[in-house]
């Protein structure tokens, strides 16, 4: 008696176990279904900061040129400004 009792148990136990396992393999296929979902977010992502990183320093060299040219273009106005007018007599 107390063996077929216990062995009710396991078969019962077992039962279980095989169930729940049915439903942890679903389980598990759909969260890796999830990582590969966020592996290539990820990975699109990364291309996204370096494509930005590349023209966030294409615009700095570009402002590093026109800050240049617009010191050359300071100083050149000085320049003129320094210089007497030819023509104009003074009175």
Avoid at 64 to 91: I, V
Wanted: with cysteine; aromatic share 4%.
């Amino acid at each position: 008696m107390r063996k077929i009792g216990f062995l009710s148990m396991v078969f019962a136990a077992l039962l279980f176990v095989s169930g729940c396992g049915q439903q942890l393999k679903q389980e598990n296929e759909q969260l890796k279904g999830q990582i590969s979902t966020l592996t290539e977010e990820n990975n699109n992502l990364k291309n996204q900061v370096a494509t930005i990183q590349k023209e966030n320093d294409d615009i700095k060299a570009q402002v590093t040129s026109l800050t240049a040219e617009l010191d050359a273009a300071k100083k050149e106005l000085e320049a003129a400004k320094a210089k007497p007018a030819k023509g104009k007599k003074k009175r």
